[in-house]
């Protein structure tokens, strides 16, 4: 065995005493990197970082009201809000959320705050007066004025009075450098549920809020983190029954994390606890890289009786199998970094890093590792357990019956069946819509208490699926407030007029500041609504700004325009945020900004921001990348195949089953109504990644067994479906052990979903493994498989080894981890 | 050789003992004596409160500069938001010595009323309402009604009865705010014109109007967006009754009233402080209530601060530090040997966002040199701090209402949101956009009455 693994083996074993102080002094290099280590969510850095609409996002991330809460009150029973009981909590909860740390004071509006405005003209002009005064209203006569006053103030009536006068909304922002999400999040929680009572429910909805609660999630995921690695490891302790065969993929798993966990700490990158399931799919994966090789290890040992010598062998062995199957697995998390989303990217890089620290830890460490260890007393009975009894029968008969259909005349039957079913599958996927919208988040589910509440807000007012018009100012003066000049007037009425006038999709609600700007110009002008229209002039545009900003703070108008009324926005609401609405939506807007023109002399319109628009920003990043990414990850596959096989033919058959995996699950979740969006591109790539293993492994057995039996197809592949495939099944039942309870157990949607779209992927590509990999063996019949000097095989000849014993060839158990 | 006849924390304990006693100012004997003599204040405090160098016990001396890395030295003497803003805003403060010369610490009109009560043996009292009057019951005829205040009440009245200690005060200003990020998002012009009607240090009460204390307007003179644009507040004597507030809006023509509860929001866009902020008594007195002395302390503030004269024609101050370089006015502080702590609460405010406030009144003068604005989770929120000081430097001088004494007034405001973190930074200045200048003058009133005071005196200002 001069072959280079065996020598590189050879070496590391020599020297295993330095190997392992050098294993030692890296990982407590990496380790002090972990205090270094922050987990957090970046929202926006879940989004595409190069599309058009989340750049005016983060240009004017005020717009939209990020930082704002925003709480509905509902009478329940049928009455409406003008009762001194209603008005008296909406008076109270207004008082108390100004305790919430953090709270802009300046920020906060409700209908029983002096900013909530009404206006009457008198003879010298016009008295502003807060709709409620300095107490609740009490009498039936205190109460009718209350309501009058409510119904001279458009704007309240609009935005903070329901349409059917039974809820009424306190909105308060929060200040960016005193904002704890988790504080905020728990206070107005409590102070909500203190409010509820048989009459009156509260909603709270808000990114703080949604942020809360994806912060009060993560913390149910490290406990689902906790229970599925308790799992594995109990499962990997029941599986070898061994101390050493237990403690030895726990030792090198938990090495790789290490590394991987240094590395983003030692560069201060955060990593995003959302995709917390991908680094358990890679401890899975290690798990079961690592328990092939110890089994491998074992049975080399029973054979040689010498754990460095056998250490040595194993390493040799397994060293370009192993090596392969994590460059697959690495890859597939390699690529998606292709997507311009920073989480992404991050994430890419952290998992990517850790799924390469597999390489040294799964084969050089875990080599000295076990020449070190004790080997289990029961050795005899590990080797020998397999494939005669019990389980392991049923399984083996399975297999056979399996790899029957396979080969031969029921081959046939069996292609056709495949072959309609990948048409179909293929077919069906071309129709999936991209696009997965909630209303709501899409993190949460349907019926989270978030979502529930979102929906609850849009039944009673504009809502929030907004598409925002940006106005920018093209340079910040101090002297000249763009966003009260004329040409932003004109283009804001245009705009707005158009939209309102579109016939396939007019918005819910339109509002700019040019409204507030005509609202004062009405006000000041004696009330009469045809004083409403600014005259295009500097000051008259002018007079109006000011009429609406004295005596406020700018911060009342920040979801319009800025702190210094420079940029602006036109907000148009929508009624929801499916597909059709979002193309709708843009369509108009579009219509509308062509119309006026995007470059003016002072400012630039900018599309867009907002709900609706983030939205398309992740369905067209989904449709951009999803391609682009699969056709990468099978170029690369497709090179180190053709290498490992020295055959294009061999990367072709690996390929296919894989690819066909994902038209399969692409159609599954068409016919289920799902659509495509990220989690799914993510979950394609990874299933890639990780179902090529399953290939690679089952087509270098059946090369094996395709000699050592001779040249008979059906043998050859009965025989490594008996092997092979029962290892390929070990590797997908610790997957799934390490991926389905998220799906179970996660309230978070976003993680749930991921779970459950990997475990089928897993399993779909598991049975394609099984049985449309050897069926293309059978119908191919590749020259390459006569071939006995693949990089990838696995057989030894133990004799070269050993001084004594009778000659025997041992046949290479397979490894598929 | 100076014999130190009291160990070094005796004045601080005597201070604190003299909150628990509800005495009056002083250490070694009451302020109120020397006040009376028309003597130096040094008599009453013993060296260490008279002498930051003693203080600190040679840390630091006058002409020494406060910086982040010897802030703390002093910490317990600073308002927390300005130790902040040097800790971590790289702001730096001169210290001076410590003035002991009383005349130097009013304008001499004010202080000539209040010398003349003093020896005629009139002193301030409250009414029933809770409304300071002479002591035969009728309103206050002028100068300080309270000069050697024991109650939080008595504080109060003195920074309230007369804002700028004035007969007629007009500030040509200018308020510049600058965003978290250094830049500026706003700069106004303005002229503050104040109009005392009774509580006139000359005795005498305005046409008449009993039932007023002042009439006040502001005018905007610039940016070009708010020129023309005013408002005039007029005051009644009795303080439980809100101002009536009325804002004018040159090209509509038409006055807006406000509502006269609303004092807790900006007067204009973007800057920091609320109408409530103003002299630390911006509100009637008894829209407020709950007068505390928490504590009497030695203190650093803007107390007979430097004029800003010295550092250009227009007396605006040099400016440092921030995220540009141009937060922060360069200013001088001296330690003041006896400062009140009171706290107050907008009772009169069921609505109000304000937990409480806490004013640092120097007892030499019932000044304040900084309130600091607590939100209703008693957080810090916005501080308002203010230099006060005789308009003189080396050679250059302004001359006060008589044309002889040198004139004495407010001479910066910096006003910080530390929630927030924006600045509004407000120069006292020479003159403003549209010419208006800062006039001490005496014998005006009716010219400026229907310039400034009236609704078509705001109609006209307008128009300009």
């Known amino acids: ?554 911060v009342n108008f920040s979801h319009i325009t800025d702190f210094e009324f420079q940029n602006s926005t036109i907000s148009l609401w929508y009624k929801d945020n499916k597909q059709e609405t979002v193309d709708a939506a843009l369509a108009s807007a579009r219509r509308a900004v062509e119309a006026v023109g995007t470059d003016h002399e002072a400012f630039t319109v900018r599309l867009a921001s907002g709900t609706i628009a983030l939205q398309q920003a992740m369905n067209v990043v989904v449709s951009r990348y999803h391609w682009l990414i699969l056709g990468l990850l099978n170029f690369a596959i497709f090179v180190v195949a053709t290498y490992a096989y020295r055959s294009v033919v061999a990367a072709v058959i690996v390929l296919i089953p894989v690819n066909l995996s994902n038209f399969l699950l692409t159609a599954t979740m068409h016919v289920m109504g799902i659509g495509l969006d990220i989690n799914s591109v993510m979950v394609a790539v990874l299933g890639v990644g990780v179902g090529i293993d399953y290939g690679i492994y089952l087509l270098s057995r059946i090369c094996e067994e395709f000699t050592s039996q001779g040249h008979d197809w059906g043998k050859a592949i009965t025989a490594a479906l008996t092997t092979t495939g029962k290892a390929i099944m070990f590797t997908a039942t610790i997957m799934l052990i390490g991926i389905l309870p998220w799906y179970f157990l996660s309230d978070l949607k976003f993680m749930a979903d991921m779970g459950l779209l990997l475990v089928a992927i897993m399993l779909i590509n598991m049975v394609l493994a099984l049985m449309v990999l050897p069926l293309l063996v059978w119908l191919i019949k590749p020259k390459f498989a006569a071939r006995e000097d693949l990089m990838v095989g696995e057989s030894v000849d133990l004799t070269q080894f050993m001084d004594s014993d009778p000659p025997s060839a041992m046949r290479a158990v397979p490894a598929a981890g | 050789m100076h014999i130190r006849k009291y160990d070094f924390n005796y004045g601080r304990r005597q201070l604190m003992k003299n909150v628990a006693m509800g005495a009056g100012a002083g250490v070694l004997m009451p302020l109120s004596k020397l006040f009376a003599a028309e003597q130096s204040i040094a008599k009453a405090y013993p060296d260490e409160l008279m002498s930051i160098e003693m203080y600190t016990k040679g840390k630091i001396k006058p002409g020494d500069f406060i910086t982040a890395q010897n802030v703390d030295v002093v910490k317990e003497l600073l308002d927390p938001i300005v130790y902040d803003q040097i800790k971590t805003m790289n702001r730096k403060i001169k210290i001076r010595a410590t003035e002991t010369d009383l005349t130097k610490m009013f304008p001499y009109e004010y202080y000539d009323a209040t010398m003349r009560n003093l020896k005629n043996g009139l002193a301030g009292k409250f009414n029933a309402d809770g409304n300071v009057v002479m002591p035969d019951g009728s309103n206050w005829a002028g100068g300080m009604p309270f000069p050697d205040p024991k109650t939080g009440d008595e504080v109060q009245a003195n920074m309230a009865m007369s804002w700028g200690r004035g007969d007629y005060n007009q500030y040509a200003i200018n308020d510049t705010v600058f965003n978290p990020d250094g830049s500026k998002g706003y700069s106004y012009d303005l002229v503050w014109a104040e109009l005392q009607v009774q509580g006139r240090c000359d005795g005498k009460v305005f046409r008449d109007m009993k039932d007023l204390v002042r009439l006040q307007t502001v005018l905007f003179t610039a940016t070009q967006d708010v020129a023309g644009s005013s408002f005039l507040s007029t005051w009644y004597y009795d303080q439980r009754k809100f101002p009536d507030l009325y804002g004018y809006l040159p090209q509509f023509r038409r006055v807006r009233q406000f509502p006269t509860n609303q004092r807790f929001e900006p007067l204009i866009p973007g800057v920091t402080w609320f109408l409530s902020d103003a002299w630390a008594a911006g509100d009637p007195m008894r829209t407020w209530g709950e007068y505390k002395i928490l504590e009497r302390k030695p203190m650093l503030g803007a107390f007979n601060s430097n004029w800003g004269g010295a550092d250009s024609d227009n007396w605006v101050h040099n400016v440092h530090g921030g995220p540009t370089g141009e937060t922060f006015f360069d200013v001088e502080y001296e330690l003041a040997p006896e400062v009140v702590v009171l706290e107050s609460k907008p009772v009169g405010y069921p609505r109000s966002p304000v937990g409480r406030r806490i004013a640092y009144c120097d007892v030499r003068n019932s000044l304040f040199c900084g309130c600091i604005r607590f939100d209703r989770q008693d957080k810090p929120w916005v501080n308002f701090e203010a230099g006060f000081g005789q308009y003189k430097a080396g050679d250059k001088e302004v001359k006060g209402p008589d044309g002889k004494n040198t004139a004495w007034s407010w001479t910066y405001v910096m006003s910080f949101d530390s929630q927030t973190r924006r600045m509004s930074r407000i120069a006292h200045q020479k003159e403003c956009t549209g010419g208006y200048q800062s006039i001490f003058k005496q014998g005006e009133d009716e010219k400026m009455y229907s310039r400034f005071f009236t609704q078509q005196a705001l109609q006209r200002l307008g128009q300009v």
């Open chain 1, 1 to 554: 065995m001069n072959s280079t693994r065996f020598r590189i083996a050879a070496w590391v074993m020599a020297h295993r005493g330095w190997a392992a102080l050098f294993f030692a002094l890296v990982t407590l290099g990496f380790a002090a990197g972990i205090p270094g280590v922050t987990i957090k969510t970046i929202f926006s850095d879940l989004l595409p970082k190069d599309d058009p609409f989340v750049q005016v996002f983060k240009d004017h991330p005020n717009f939209g009201n990020p930082l704002t809460v925003t709480v509905m009150i509902k009478r329940t029973d049928g009455q409406d809000i003008y009762n001194p009981e209603t008005l008296g909590k909406v008076w109270q909860f207004t008082r108390d959320i100004d305790l919430t740390p953090g709270i802009n004071h300046d920020s906060l509006i409700s209908i029983a705050t002096e900013k909530a405005r009404y206006a009457e003209a008198t003879p010298d002009g016009v008295d502003m007066r807060p709709l409620m005064e300095d107490s609740v209203p009490d009498t039936d006569e205190e109460i009718a004025d209350f309501r009058r006053r409510v119904e001279q103030s458009p704007n309240v009536r609009t935005f903070y009075v329901s349409g059917d006068e039974t809820a009424t909304l306190v909105t308060a922002a929060f200040l960016e450098n005193l904002l704890e999400y988790d504080v905020v999040f728990e206070q107005v929680q409590q102070l909500a549920e203190q409010y509820r009572d048989e009459h009156h429910e509260l909603y709270v909805v808000g990114q703080p809020i949604l942020t809360g609660w994806v912060y009060k999630l993560q913390e149910q995921t490290y406990t689902i983190f906790g229970i599925t690695l308790l799992a594995l490891v109990v499962a990997l302790a029941l599986y070898m029954r061994n101390v050493a065969g237990t403690l030895t993929p726990i030792v090198c798993s938990a090495t790789a994390a290490i590394w991987g966990f240094g590395l983003v700490g030692w560069i201060t990158s955060p990593i995003e606890p959302l995709l917390m399931i991908v680094p358990l799919l890679l401890i899975a994966r290690s798990f079961s890289h690592c328990v092939q090789f110890t089994e491998r290890f074992y049975e080399i040992y029973a054979q040689i009786k010498d754990k460095r010598k056998a250490a040595e062998i194993t390493m040799g062995v397994m060293m370009a199998p192993s090596i392969l199957g994590v460059i697959t697995d690495a890859l597939g998390i390699v690529f998606i970094a292709v997507a311009p989303i920073p989480a992404m990217e991050r994430f890419a890089l952290f998992c990517g890093f850790w799924a390469f620290c597999i390489i040294p830890t799964g084969v050089f460490l875990i080599s000295i590792l076990l020449s070190y260890l004790p080997a289990p007393r029961n050795i005899e009975a590990i080797v020998a357990e397999k494939d005669d009894a019990g389980f392991h029968a049923l399984q083996k008969r399975a297999l056979e019956r399996i790899a029957s259909r396979t080969y031969g005349p029921k081959a046939r039957l069996t292609t056709a069946v495949f072959t309609i079913i990948a048409i179909a599958a293929i077919a069906l996927s071309f129709q999936i819509k991209i696009g997965n919208p909630v209303e709501g988040s899409n993190l949460l589910w349907e019926d989270s208490d978030f979502n529930t509440a979102i929906r609850a807000v849009n039944d009673h007012f504009p809502g929030v699926n907004t598409l925002e018009i940006v106005l920018e100012a093209r340079e910040r003066d101090i002297n000249n407030r763009i966003a009260r000049t004329p040409g932003v007037v004109e283009v804001s009425m245009a705009i707005q007029a158009m939209v309102e006038a579109d016939e396939t999709m007019p918005p819910r609600a339109t509002l700019s500041f040019t409204d507030y700007m005509m609202e004062g110009n009405r006000l000041f002008s004696g009330g009469n609504p045809k004083w409403l229209p600014l005259d295009p002039t500097d000051s008259a545009v002018r007079a109006a700004g000011n009429a609406v900003v004295f005596g406020t703070n700018p």
